[in-house]
DNA sequence: AGAAAAAATATGTACGACCGTATTGAAAGC
DNA sequence: GCTTTCAATACGGTCGTACATATTTTTTCT
């Protein structure tokens, strides 16, 4: 029998929790009951609130990376069929709660990045780690032949990432994938040649 | 000695602290001293917090039409210089915060739309008339040659909101225009021709 | 290897602050 | 003189956090 600590439960459940409700929406309370927990177990883990919600952003973001190394960087397939299976996997995994749950890194940014500095730093950071995997991607795509030589592929990358955060905020609006089949299309119709 | 009603104070205040803040974490408290009025003037007014966000968001979006009316809807001008003009004005608009406000009607979304369904609807509502706005204004822009007939102008108008939007949204991150002047220059060098 | 010491984790409860909202009565404008 | 607005205070609930105690795990020493 695998013994998960409070600490882990904490974690994992209240990351969904936290994703559903909002940041400031979910309370200490409905994270530990979530987690099956005594409320004790929160301030004995975590230093404030606001520590606990950068932990779980970096367990969002650790699940996000590995998806990246599945698609964005995975040598294994052709460059621009990795970003689009990379697009699907995000837009898949919002699939779940019809769309309304978002991108967390989207939320946050949304939510904290205007009343803590440290929420805000550790964004960017991540924001920044995704620009240099789809760059990486396109940098690929160029050197494949599926893009033309010369092409900014860094400046391309930070608006795919820009246009994915706009398209799954507004399917959280609308509660369906639409925009995000829509920005897919035009991408790869108008921007990826 | 123009008389302002402490209604249109709580709102007009309540609208920037909001903005600033984030709804959850603006509290009625901040709301009624920053309009320089007593607390129960809130309950006087609104029927919930709820009702008042409700109400800041139509504020907002009246001024937002307003910007859309003198620029995108603006036959005076060149179709895609009213769109380019409209995507400044909107990034202008967040300027003054260092871009760290965002736009409320994104930050609603991210924040409100999960847990009121009223707000949701409001939302829709009015991201369907911007695409409408948008639209038009593409539309033009293919009577006039600027873009090539056939050009798919409802579905590209989606695809600008949603790209300003995500714009929008990382220069909130970032604290500066950065992700809207790449928008804008990906925009129209590669999506508008 | 086993006992003692130390550290980490678990748990229940309590605190003070702040939340949205209600209530009551005075002031004011048509 | 009736209706709307203004104003002050209060209420019950929930918030993030603190704390005292119990239990488990890890480390250290003989």
């Not at 909002?22 to 994270?31: E, K, L, M, W």
């Not at 650790?62 to 052709?78: C, F, G, H, I, P």
């Not at 890194?105 to 949304?110: K, L, S, Y």
Request: with cysteine; aromatic share 8%; charged share 25%.
């Amino acid at each position: 029998m695998e013994r998960v600590s409070n600490r882990e439960k904490i974690l994992t459940e209240g990351l969904k929790v936290v994703h559903a409700q909002g940041f400031a929406n979910a309370s200490v309370r409905d994270i530990v009951a979530a987690a099956g927990v005594p409320q004790g177990s929160f301030t004995n883990h975590f230093e404030s609130k606001e520590a606990f919600g950068l932990e779980i952003l970096d367990l969002y973001f650790a699940n996000n990376r590995a998806v990246m190394e599945e698609t964005l960087l995975n040598d294994a397939l052709d460059p621009l069929k990795r970003l689009r299976q990379w697009i699907d996997r995000n837009a898949a995994r919002n699939e779940c709660s019809g769309f309304r749950n978002g991108c967390l890194i989207g939320n946050f940014t949304a939510e904290a990045a205007a009343h803590s500095e440290a929420m805000r730093k550790r964004l960017i950071a991540i924001i920044a780690e995704i620009h240099a995997a789809i760059a990486t991607c396109l940098k690929a795509a160029v050197k494949a032949g599926e893009l033309p030589k010369g092409f900014d592929c860094s400046g391309t990358a930070e608006f795919i990432f820009t246009g994915l955060q706009g398209a799954t905020l507004m399917a959280k609006a609308e509660g369906n994938a639409a925009p995000i089949d829509r920005f897919k299309k035009t991408l790869f119709a108008k921007v990826l040649r």
